[in-house]
Structure formats: C-alpha cells, structure tokens
C-alpha cells in the first residue's frame, strides 16, 4: 500500500474548497459596495420612527429646526436625530428619540434597538455592531381644555 492512500484504498484530498463570498456581501472578488453615510442614517431613522412610542427624533433645537424645515420644504428629515459610523462591512448607530408619555423606556429602546438592526442588516448587508438609545424628551398629551375651549383649565379658587 503507497503511504499516500489510507487504509480503505480511497484517495483523499487535502485541497480545501475556496471560501465563496456570502451571498449579499459588500466586498467581493467582484468588486466592491460602498453605502453612505446617509443611506445608513436615514434606514435607521425611518426604522425608529416605525416604532410604536416614538413621538420624534432629534434634541430640542433639531426638532425645532426640523419643523421650521417641514414648514418651508414639506419634508421631514429622516436622518434627524440619528448619527452613524459605517465601515466597509460594519455600522455604528447613535439614536436620540422623543417618546410618548407613558412608554416603558426599557423595552421602546430595545424595540427600537431590534428594528434598526433588522432594518440596517436586511437593507445594507452591514453588521450592525452598536445602536445607542438617548431619550432627550417626553412628548406629554394635550393639556385638557377648558369649558370655553382656550386651553385654560377653570380656576380651582375665586
């Protein structure tokens, strides 16, 4: 028997099939895929707001000028409130949110947290490594209106 056969008389190889690339992935043999910046940012917006809870996105003065944005142009800015850090096969993903009065803050985040990655990971083929949840605001309801309607509650003493 040769010493390159094994006992059973089968010829095996010691050739390792090439790693094909996974399917979907950004850096092939191919070529390359590069995805914004702002690509990233305004899946994750779109993916935050899709969550039952949260009111807005964005700190005070990004709200404000958002609004005054919405105004002029009629177009909210998905990207609002929402900073990214994209590698060539990895994201990073930095929320701030308004949410409405009486949502469990724990389990919105992590509401959010899932649908932001499932919307990234689905969309872009990056790996999202991080998303970070700021609460900056709560969005109370409407204050009761009074009986004439001014938004002024009847006087509790006269």
Partial sequence: MSDTMPRGGTSTSTTVPRARPQEGSLVTEQGRTTIADGVVAKIAGLAAREVAGVFDMGGGTARALGAVRGM??????????????????????????????????PDLAGAVRRNVIAAIERMTGLEVTEVNVTVNDVHLPEQPRGPDGSGQRESRVQ
Avoid: C, H, M, P
Wanted: hydrophobic content about 45%.
């Fill in 72 to 105: 002029v142009g009629g177009d909210r800015n998905a990207t609002q409130g929402v900073q990214v850090e994209v590698g060539e096969r990895q994201a990073a993903i930095d929320l701030d949110l308004v949410v409405e009065y009486g949502a469990a803050i």
